[in-house]
């Protein structure tokens, strides 16, 4: 489920299978998931309505912001007529009154660096107790009860020089990376390169002695690599 986006970087918010979280040897021998093998990865009607009223509840426990949860389950534990519908709706539905008409009128909510690591806490200290709490028709397909939330951020950007002959730029792009990115958090990484190299057809040679490029170079190796190259 898709949370928001930054500077480069999206946040999603994914409900792995709690073996995965658990065991991370499970995790890495699982295959990447995909539309062809697994079917359609995205929450179904009824468990995106679940993890919005979870997620409500955890930013309710935020006290910097202005939002109250009337009824941490909603009102109408009839999965089978539940649709994903508009934010709108929802909101209306399990809000305080007095909160809607705010959430209403803005399509986003921006979030501090602190509201999000209070945000990630709450997630991971009150999941448990939210679905043991959690009414016994949201229970039946055994979704909730194998599942926990895990915080996905996908970070990306383009048009980033690689292999500089510049030491300095090494030296930048190397400090860079480290400040925004994390090694023992990266599951995968994905590249594409791209070159600005370009050609020519050569249409003829001229032949040049070797006694000349020992004149201006001072000897003659056989291959352009430094590291597998002899005289």
């Not at 921006?110 to 043991?132: A, G, S």
């Not at 690689?162 to 925004?180: F, K």
Request: glycine share 4%.
């Amino acid at each position: 489920m898709s949370l928001g986006r930054g500077p480069s970087c999206e946040s999603w918010l994914a409900f792995c299978p709690r073996e995965n979280l658990e065991d991370l040897d499970v995790a890495n021998a699982a295959p990447l998931l995909s539309e062809k093998q697994h079917g359609d990865t995205r929450l179904s009607a009824p468990h995106f309505r679940m993890a919005i009223m979870f997620l409500a509840y955890a930013l309710s426990k935020n006290t910097s912001l202005p939002i109250y949860v009337m009824h941490p389950y909603g009102t109408d534990d009839d999965l089978s007529a539940w649709k994903s519908g508009t934010c709108q709706h929802i909101v209306s539905q399990f809000f305080c009154a007095s909160i809607f008409p705010l959430i209403d009128s803005q399509v986003t909510w921006d979030l501090r660096l602190t509201d999000l690591v209070n945000l990630h806490q709450t997630i991971i200290e009150e999941w448990d107790d939210w679905v043991d709490a959690a009414p016994r028709s949201w229970k039946q397909d055994g979704w909730l009860l194998t599942r926990a939330p895990a915080a996905v951020a996908c970070r990306y950007g383009q048009n980033q020089p690689i292999a500089s002959s510049d030491p300095q730029a090494h030296t930048l792009e190397a400090r860079n990376w480290h400040a925004e990115r994390a090694y023992p958090y990266i599951r995968y990484i994905s590249v594409a390169i791209a070159t600005d190299i370009t050609c020519i057809r050569v249409k003829r040679w001229i032949e040049v002695p070797n006694d000349e490029i020992i004149q201006v170079h001072g000897v003659v190796y056989d291959s352009p690599d430094p590291a597998i190259r002899e005289r």
